[in-house]
């Protein structure tokens, strides 16, 4: 099988009629017409052997998981995904890995109505980059987008779903841990096939005031967003250690570890005012995603953990850096 023959098998398919695209795989450039009055919204992810996933993951679930971490980009931004790219390199052109690793993809694609436009395909070490493109709404020259940089002293601090699963499943695979089989199963769920909150992320324009997307622990993301905004964050211990699903098989203080720096989560922290508590769990009810206040925003600058009476806890957990 040649390079063309691969793309034209595994990963071209005509245009949705009425969708966003005008001109898909095999020109020289894809076309694609946002609707009017939206601003483009791009992000791109590089997904390396070894270093973002193990090489015993079924093809299938690498798929899924190299356009989930991208359009959790685009759900950090409330952006509604539209279309994206795929460059991959691949050591050989193996169809019993290309047929899976496709049809996951593929999968998650069509569940977001986010259409394969283009990419490149070479031979080398399996590595694959995906760029997603998404639209945001217009608001007199303005856009709605979620940014990192509008947290206010006062908001509450929020996350989506569940927080330090993915990271079990890893100590587990590197045999630092051993839990029952069952929760080891759901983690390696959360782990291999993250669901991008897209549909919380829209729910969210208008009512959060910053969001970003967890994928190198919730202390660096949340980081992020208490630099750019000029803020910090007092983090409730008892709320925090809520939401990890596997709670009742560690003890608190590697639970805890596993929430704050875990990894990996593809959720969304985002911050909003008290008063939007009611429109936070509409917006959380609409896009049936679960979500939990953590905490709130501050004046002093990085984070800190309280407990229940609010006495100040000490922590050391550190974001995931790929060059420290
Ligand atoms: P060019 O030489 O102009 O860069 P290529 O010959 O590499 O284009 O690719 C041919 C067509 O196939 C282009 O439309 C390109 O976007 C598309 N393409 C290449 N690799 C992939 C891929 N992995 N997935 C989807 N489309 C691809
Ligand atoms: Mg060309």
Redesign the pocket.
Known sequence: MGEFDL?ARY?TRPPRPGGPTLLG????C?LVQPSPGHALAISSDMLVEGRHFLSTVAPDRLGHKALAVNLSDLAACGATPLAF??A?ALPRADPQWLEPFSRGLLALADAHGCE?I????TQGPLNLCITVFGEVPLQQGRSLALLRSGARVGDDLYVSGHLGDARLALEVFRGQLSVPAAVFDAARARMETPTPRVALGQALRGVATAAADISDGLVGDLGHILRRSGVGACIEAEAALSVIAARDALDAEQALGFVLAGGDDYELVFTAPPDARAAVQAASAHSQTPVTRIGRIEADAGWRLVDAQGRALQRQDQAFDHFK
Not at 25 to 28: R, S
């Open positions: 793309i990963f795989v095999g020109d020289d894809a790219t795929l991959l394969l283009g990419g490149d395909t």
